[in-house]
């Protein structure tokens, strides 16, 4: 069973480093890319950038880049999202999603096919 | 603001089809991407519900369907349920980004 199981819950002053994880499960970790995504307090899904673990291979939403670093480690089926200075503005809950792979029959992009529970990041004075 | 357009709410009556667009440029739908659909129930995390543009996953009911053209994708819900109230959100690729994008987002709600 496909399964990304992301890390905990995390309270955080302005300023400070974070990095969040999601593990995956059930299949080839280094085959598939894995998105992150943003979902701020009642506002709509935001595409953060992508990952293949494989060779780490990373790609981000121009809205992001150099906001956030996207990394993955292999030997152990995780990929990260990490912050190095937190605003009150990254509250938000991030969800992990894999990207299905180069078995998707149609046009690009392929869909996110599995997605984790997500880690609600609240950053505050 | 997202360059794929959906309407803020769309409701209906149990039993009743309602439709939900998804609007884009020729930079990402009318380019030829594929659109997918999600559907995010409250509290929880989205879920594929339509991908290449009309395809259900196993599991996803047959009262579920998509279809495109030209620079817009739509949702179809046919024989609304209670159980459909949710949050549903189109994915395509768009080429001025380099990436992939999420629509707006549609607040389905069942009277």
């Known amino acids: 069973e496909v399964q990304l199981v992301q890390s905990g819950a995390e309270v955080k002053k302005p300023g400070e480093s974070l990095k969040i994880s999601c593990k995956g499960s059930g299949y080839s970790f280094t085959s598939y890319w894995i998105a992150w995504v943003r979902q701020m307090p009642g506002k709509g899904l935001e595409w953060m950038g992508i990952i293949y673990p494989g060779d780490s291979d990373t790609r981000y939403s121009p809205s992001f880049q150099g906001q956030v670093t996207i990394s993955a480690d292999k030997s152990i089926s995780t990929a990260y999202l990490q912050w190095s200075t937190l605003k009150a503005s990254d509250t938000a809950v991030y969800y992990c999603?894999?990207?299905?792979?180069?078995?998707?029959?149609?046009?690009?992009?392929?869909?996110?096919?599995?997605w984790g529970q997500g880690t609600l990041v609240t950053v505050s004075s | 603001q997202s360059v794929l357009t959906q309407p803020p709410s769309v409701s209906g009556a149990p039993g009743q089809r309602v439709t939900i667009s998804c609007t884009g440029s020729s930079s990402n739908i009318g380019a030829g991407y594929d659109v997918h659909w999600y559907q995010q129930l409250l509290g929880t995390a989205p879920k594929l519900l339509i991908y290449g543009n009309s395809n259900r996953p196993s599991g996803v009911p047959d009262r579920f369907s998509g279809s495109k053209s030209g620079t817009s994708a739509s949702l179809a819900i046919t024989g609304l349920q209670a159980e459909d109230e949710a949050d549903y959100y189109c994915?395509?690729?768009?080429?001025?980004?380099?990436?992939?994008?999420f629509g707006t987002g549609t607040k389905v709600t069942v009277l």
């Open positions: 999603a894999r990207q299905r792979g180069v078995d998707y029959p149609g046009n690009f992009p392929p869909p996110l096919d599995y």
């Open positions: 994915q395509s690729n768009d080429s001025s980004l380099s990436g992939s994008v």
